[in-house]
């Protein structure tokens, strides 16, 4: 199957895509099509074997509209097009709009002027010059009144022919759009105004002076240009709009160098992006960013990856490190190997990722499709319907042809159509933005409904980076157990290897040389030396080979208890030692477990670690499920555990590991996933290793669902409301009828009005921002270890002072949580918190047990040791 974008034409409303969406469907081979109109694109999958471009594109042609390959290429590529590709359209559409804005209003002045003059004057006191009078005014001059009319309302009609063109054009293929009803209801309108110009002659050549009366103040020439032209005030206002939808994603085109500047044979040589190779040295200097993903050979600098992590601060690179496409060098000149180009390189997998979610479908759509397919036909026939009624109770022709006018251009598809897109591109670049990379409005969708959370802990969690915390020989000493350990390990890729490595070489100490080197999936690793087998891993690996763990097991659970995985090491069956490797959570786990919490949402650990460790880790995270001793392989058959119990289970993990996890999910979130953002079993990658980003990601697709669906009730309600009215069911009690000028100003504020709505979207502030924001605003109270008085009470009436010791507080935003808590207690008079410290210094007037300061610190979140 390939997957494959098309660029289509022709299309003005939700009835036009959902026609494109099922011509294409009827192509055998074809699937997951989805038609944006926003973009005017069109995304699907579809069977090389079956079908192909061309016929994909031959179905739309017959359908009506337009289609060509994205790009321009034989079939489709999902490479980015660079920033033009999407913004010289909008600006080409925007300028085009805006020639025929300002010569439709340069003729329709003065059309208004000569046929509503009389009203002016009326009401707005403005005077009429005798000139206007005499060519004008009074029934004699009844011809060359509407004959002006028409003169002046052509080239309106030409400017705004596409209304006319397309309209009929796909109402005569039996597809009538939003274009058909425009077309429709201005060309009556135009054509009653031509059928009244013979009605004044036949009554002036007769002397029917009442007849030329009648038809004179019945003209719709006025209407047949105001309609075309308020339309396009509305198209022009969208198409402006719709320019900021796509800012994000333009900003990150923006982000691709064009050319960069490759090391060959000596020489430095400019190339332009697309011609570099894996393997190719770049030089990148002060102000340039970095056109490929790579390793820094020589040079220092520091880098603003902001753009591509959402991180604000600089990064420090040095030789060894790896640099990202798309990041802007800052200081020093840098040398680096590329290793990874072209498509896989970090920014083009990005921007592929934004470009493909800005134009999917949320499931919610489905429903908006599917009344846009009948909405065009059952407004034709209301129009027709409502005219044929007023008819038949007596009521005029003119007046029955002023309510079929008014009811065909104030209905309104496209508002429907836009409901949906307009929300999903700002959402999702608005994601972008912040790290967070959500790959379709399928996925926006279930997020919003996600009530469970499974994360794992190494790496999600946790910093992923374990050290060891504690050397524990037995029968041996700890450098021989240290060049066991080393050597055992030497040749494992798991996390706690590196950390065992790590503190032999900090130490001094020499890996021991082990061969026929083994790995068991889960629980450890063996390998020999000097005929001996030695062994490392979990308790019960051990036990499985033989080993004796009985008299370690006190040492174990204490280590356990204190948060620290302990690995014990065997020689043959015999137990040589322990180490205690500890991993220390992220700095923001702990505050973004509790937002999840805070949200309804129910949070769950999956380690593989034993249970007193994973259950410290809880306590330590305030976690309300744990779920320990987890292979990887069982993560997944735990997920469907709570799936078959009813709960929408959103995966947070490392995106490798946790991939059949990830994939089993509602809503698999790839976290740490550094620059490999391709993760095809993730529904959304963080940029960022941070929990926080996971939080953010779902109070964004809240956010984005609820505008959406706040735009198909205005599009729906403004339709349900306005329809009627133009049917003139008011205007028997009431009197109000809405003429076909005030119906087509209705048309086109309604589409400006869903799209501006969801450019509120761009006002979503993460998580990050927004705790930032708080610590600044906060930080010369908290950040400060000085007493903060309360209540301003007499320093002589305390009587108590007390320090209490406390875990958990990571950040500022948690020293001002704790500050808090403590300040509102019956009695306080002042309050330090000391965020290094881990501590509070509390002064009060009354002497507080200390049970109480443990109710409040746990209610706070936090965990009184002392």
Known sequence: MKKAKFDITGMSCAACSSRVTKAVEKVAGTKDVNVNLLTNSMQLTYDENATSAAAIIAAVEDAGYGAAVHGGATEASTAPQGGAAIADPVKKAIAEMRHRLVWSVVFLIPTMYIAMHGLFER???????????????????????????????????????????????NLFRGAPNMDSLVGMGSMAAALFGAFAIFRMGYGMGHGDWALVTEYSTNLYFESAGMIVTLITVGKFLEARAKGETSRALETLMDLAPSEATVVRGGVETVVPVAELRVGDEIVVRPGERIPADGTVLTG????????????????????????????????GAIHFRADRVGDDATINQIIRLVDEAS?????????????????????????????????????????????????????????????????????????????????????????????????????????????????????????????????????????????????????????????????????????????????????????????????????????????????????????????????????????????????????????????????????????????????????????????????????????INDAPALAQADLGIAIGAGTDVAIESADAVLMKSDLMDAVSAIRLSKAVLRNIKENLFWALIYNVICIPVAAGVLYPAFGIKLSPMVGAAAMSLSSVCVVLNALRLNFFQSDHAAITAKDKATETTVDVAVEVPINEPEKEASIMEKTLKIEGMMCAHCQKH?????????????????????????????????????????????????
């Not at 040095?318 to 640099?323: H, I, N």
Request: overall charge negative.
């Open 123 to 169: 009401l707005f006191g403005l005077p009429v010059p005798d000139i206007v009078r005499a060519f004008f005014d009074g029934p004699e001059n009844a011809i060359t009144f509407a004959f002006a009319q028409l003169l002046l309302v052509l080239p309106i009609m030409y400017l705004n022919r596409k209304y006319y063109i397309s309209g009929f054009k």
């Open 300 to 331: 220092q600098t520091s880098i603003d990856e902001s753009a591509i992590t959402g991180e604000p601060m600089p990064v420090m690179k040095q030789p060894g490190d790896t640099v990202t496409s798309g990041a802007l060098n800052q200081q």
């Open 818 to 866: 704790v500050h808090d808590a403590l300040a509102k207690m019956d009695g306080v008079t002042g309050v330090t918190v000391d965020l290094e410290g881990g501590k509070a210094d509390v002064k009060a007037t009354r002497d507080i047990p200390q049970d109480e300061f443990q109710t409040v610190i746990t209610d706070a979140g936090y965990e009184l040791v002392g």
């Open 359 to 655: 134009a999917s479908k949320a499931p919610i759509a489905r429903t908006a499709d599917k009344i846009a397919g009948v909405f065009v036909p059952a407004v034709i026939a209301v129009a027709l319907l409502a005219g044929g009624a007023w008819l038949a109770m007596g009521a005029s022709v003119e007046f029955a042809f002023s309510i079929a006018i008014c009811i065909l251009v104030i209905s309104c598809p496209c508002a429907l159509g836009l409901a949906t897109p307009v929300a999903i591109m700002v959402g999702t670049g608005k994601g972008a933005e912040n790290g967070i990379l959500i790959k379709s409005g399928e996925a926006l969708e279930t997020a919003q409904a996600v009530d469970t959370v499974v994360m794992d802990k190494t790496g999600t969690i946790t910093e992923g980076r374990p050290r060891i915390t504690s050397v524990t020989p037995v029968g041996i000493d700890e450098t021989q157990l240290l060049a066991i350990a080393a050597g055992l390990e030497a040749q494992s890729e798991h996390p706690l290897a590196a950390a065992v490595v790590a503190k032999a070489k900090e130490q001094g100490v020499t890996p021991r040389m082990m061969t026929n080197f083994a790995a068991t999936f889960g629980k450890g690793v063996t390998a020999e030396a000097d005929g001996h087998r030695y062994a490392a891993g979990n308790a019960a690996f051990l036990r499985e080979l033989g080993a004796d763990t009985t008299k370690l097991s006190g040492h174990l659970d204490a280590l356990a208890d204190d948060g620290a995985t302990p690995l014990p090491f065997a020689e043959d069956e015999r137990i040589i030692g322990v180490l205690g490797a500890a991993d220390e959570p992220k700095e923001t786990s702990r505050a973004a477990i509790a937002k999840f919490q805070h949200m309804g949402i129910d949070v769950v650990m999956l380690t593989g670690d034993n249970t007193r460790t994973a259950e410290a880790m809880r306590k330590r995270m305030n976690i309300n499920h744990v779920i320990a001793g987890v292979l990887p392989g069982g993560k997944a058959d735990e997920v469907k555990k709570l799936q078959a119990a009813g709960h929408r289970v959103a995966m947070i993990g490392d995106g």
